[in-house]
């Protein structure tokens, strides 16, 4: 299993539905987020089957999703990905797609204001990998609850993204 | 399954009952018996889960102890975490009693429960929803490894309360 404290990280990637259920109507001006800033780390090989990749593709989410990058996302996420919210509604791939790409032209603001969220609500990573599946979960690293857990799978040499699912922590 | 969740929450104090199986709990053995548990396919997955849920209430740590994976972990609806190790231990009180079988059949009776499937090559997410709201109540992740299936994470969310 590999830890990571997400706030030392900077970014953080499916942390994005709790960011959005709290500052969905935030407007946040840019300032400092490059425009052009690429969306995936350039020092992590995302391909590789290795915690770190996990991680790096969840960030690559992340990114992606705050700019409307549905192209990649629609790459990443499988045809049966589903998300299942704490009250146990359910999310589908068309779903997620949809809700990102009103992210388009607004990438850096959203960017700010989802790193602002961050500095308030710091995470625990952990990953657990087994063969070609992995499980990346979000905790509250005062209490040890999970907020959210995403299961990809590895095949055709990259990650995709099967299932996610949030629960009530906060 | 939730009464995974009731086993856990009489020992750990953790958040509840969930799901449902199909059918009476009493009948379930038998329901698994039918099913070859080591097929790659969504029915060995349903009985695998029903053995689950035998296994615990007849506190068959050995079986228990194959099926989870070492780093199995159990996430409730509030994200309190439970262990192998947990299960095992509530499981073990229940050898030789049937409290346990009598409040998940009772418990069953009035908490019907859609089950469905999403089989992804060697990888089974298994979903307890409510056949009314369409709302999943708890999940379970099976991993195909060495022949048989294996229990690698579970979830649960506020709609397995109640």
């Known amino acids: ?170 | 399954m939730n009464f995974r969740e009731h086993l856990l929450a009489a020992c750990l104090g953790f958040v509840l009952p969930a799901i449902a199986v199909i059918g009476p709990a009493s009948a379930a053995a038998d329901a698994g018996a039918k099913t070859n548990e080591a097929a790659n396919t969504a029915a060995a997955v349903r009985a695998v889960d029903q053995h689950w849920l035998e296994a615990e209430m007849n506190g068959d740590t050995a079986w228990l102890d194959a099926m989870l994976m070492p780093d199995y972990r159990t996430v409730g609806a509030d994200g309190k975490v439970g262990d192998k190790a947990a299960i095992l231990k509530s499981a073990a009180k229940n050898r030789g009693s049937d409290k346990m079988r009598k409040q998940v059949e009772a418990w069953l009776k009035t908490h019907p429960t859609k089950q469905s499937v999403v089989m992804h090559g060697d990888v089974a997410i298994l979903s307890f929803s409510d056949p009314e709201t369409g709302r999943i109540r708890s999940s379970d992740i099976f991993i195909y490894k060495g022949g048989s299936w294996h229990a690698l994470y579970s979830e649960h969310s506020e709609a397995s309360k109640g």
């Open chain 1, 1 to 170: 299993m590999t830890h990571r404290n997400v706030v030392s990280n900077g970014r953080l990637a499916c942390c994005l539905i709790m960011f959005a259920l709290e500052f969905a109507a935030l407007n946040v001006a840019a300032a400092g987020v490059p425009v052009h800033a690429p969306d995936r780390r350039e020092h992590v090989d995302e391909s590789a089957p290795t915690p770190q990749a996990v991680i790096a593709v969840d960030d690559h989410w992340s990114v992606a999703e705050l700019r409307g990058n549905t192209t990649w996302l629609r790459s990443l996420l499988l045809p049966n990905y589903r998300s299942v919210r704490a009250d146990g509604s359910v999310w589908d791939k068309e779903t997620l797609l949809a809700q990102a790409l009103k992210n388009r032209g607004h990438g850096p603001e959203k960017l700010k204001a989802f790193h602002a969220w961050l500095k308030t609500h710091p995470m625990n990573e952990s990953v657990i990998v087994h063969d070609h599946v992995a499980i990346l979960s979000f905790s509250d690293p005062k209490t040890g609850h999970v907020r959210l857990a995403n299961v990809f799978v590895h095949e055709k040499g990259r990650w995709y993204a099967l299932y996610s699912r949030l629960t009530k922590a906060r």
